[in-house]
Nanobody, 125 residues
């Protein structure tokens, strides 16, 4: 499966952005779609994930209550809605996907075999 991430940009603190992760080649059915981010000089970290079939969602503590993750089956696209953005959310955001991940694996980047290119989110006044 090929992943295409989009939607990044420059936003002021407190603002919102919606990132998209579109799949081509096959559907997201049976997949887990995750979002990770990497800030300059830092390691890649988990942000959020959704199990396509069950719609179960998972969030990093740092974004819980501000970010939501959803899916559109018809468009074969996952979305990361980011509200209340803070300067510390500035990073390159990546979407990733893999099949049949167990819950204990969804937060681990190495669990995912398929990755999209990153999209840059900059939160600054």
């Amino acid at each position: 499966v090929q992943l295409q991430a989009s939607g990044g940009g420059l936003v002021q603190p407190g603002g919102s952005l919606r990132l998209s992760c579109a799949a081509s080649g096959r559907t997201f059915r049976n997949y887990v779609v995750g979002w990770f981010r990497q800030a300059p000089g830092k390691e890649r970290e988990f942000v959020a994930a959704i199990k396509w079939n069950s719609r179960a969602t998972y969030f990093a503590d740092s974004v819980k209550g501000r970010f939501t993750i959803s899916r559109d089956d018809a468009k074969n696209t996952a979305y990361l809605q980011m509200n209340g953005l803070k300067p510390e959310d500035t990073a390159v955001y990546y979407c990733a996907a893999d099949q049949h991940l167990v819950t204990s694996s969804v937060r681990i980047a190495d669990s995912y075999d398929y990755w999209g290119q990153g999209t840059l989110v900059t939160v600054s006044s």
